[in-house]
């Protein structure tokens, strides 16, 4: 069964620019997360989709937004990139289902530089 | 407000020797679940051990075991005779059974195995 895959994998983008980050869960699994991951902040959770739905949301601007599509790929977009953004990305796929096990299978993430 | 605190920001054990990684929490929630990972300097969070809150026993996986301790609200994780490839940095994280598939992470630990 293949894993979470990322892509890209690198990313550098300049300052005021747009990015879009892909995430391709494992087959069956229907909930995709994804996390931000910074020195300083250390992992931050963005938000998660099922079933094309935002579930869940983290305490992040306006300019961090997602989405997913009827094959639970997700995709992830940030807006008027700034310096702080500049981060590892990672993304986590579960079959969603509630309670609080579900185990999340993160893929090897979004290495984004903002210059 | 969910938290999870790893107050070891670095560890050095000798190869062979077992090793404790603390992990302390909080939450409201009477059903949640403690997850540790592992991150290679590749990037990718690998899951070890998950403990939920109402299991009666502390959970292993092979070297790995959770010493859970709900009263005090510690999830330490064990690696029993360390290797080479355990060093990395090692997250504790916490989902709330009502939190949909949102993760809490701690700051993390960074072991180093020496030979």
């Known amino acids: 069964k293949a894993g979470v895959t990322q892509t890209p994998r690198y990313l550098i983008k300049t300052r005021g620019q747009q990015v879009t980050l892909s995430c391709s869960p494992i087959s069956g699994h229907r909930s995709v997360s994804w996390y931000q991951q910074t020195p300083g902040q250390g992992l931050q959770f963005l938000f998660e989709y099922f079933s094309e739905t935002q579930r869940n949301k983290g305490n992040f601007p306006g300019r961090f937004s997602g989405r997913q599509f009827s094959n639970s790929r997700s995709e992830m977009n940030v807006s008027t990139l700034e310096l702080g953004d500049s981060a590892l990305y990672l993304c986590?796929?579960?079959?969603?289902?509630?309670?609080?096990?579900?185990?999340?299978?993160f893929g090897p993430g979004t290495r984004l530089t903002v210059l | 407000a969910q938290k999870i605190t790893q107050t070891q920001p670095g560890m050095f054990v000798q190869e062979k020797e077992a090793v404790t990684l603390d992990c302390t929490y909080d939450?409201?929630?009477?059903?949640?679940?403690l997850f540790w990972y592992k991150q290679p300097s590749s990037g990718e969070m690998i899951f070890l051990i998950y403990?939920?809150?109402?299991?009666?026993q502390n959970a292993t996986e092979g070297r790995y075991s959770l010493n859970f301790q709900k009263a005090r609200k510690s999830a330490n994780l064990v690696i029993s005779a360390s290797q080479l490839g355990d060093s990395a940095m090692y997250f504790c994280a916490m989902r709330e059974a009502r939190g949909a598939q949102k993760l809490v992470f701690g700051q993390g630990t960074r072991l180093t195995i020496n030979p």
């Open positions: 939450t409201s929630d009477p059903s949640y679940g």
């Open positions: 403990q939920g809150s109402y299991d009666q």
């Open positions: 986590a796929s579960s079959l969603g289902g509630g309670g609080s096990y579900n185990e999340q299978f």
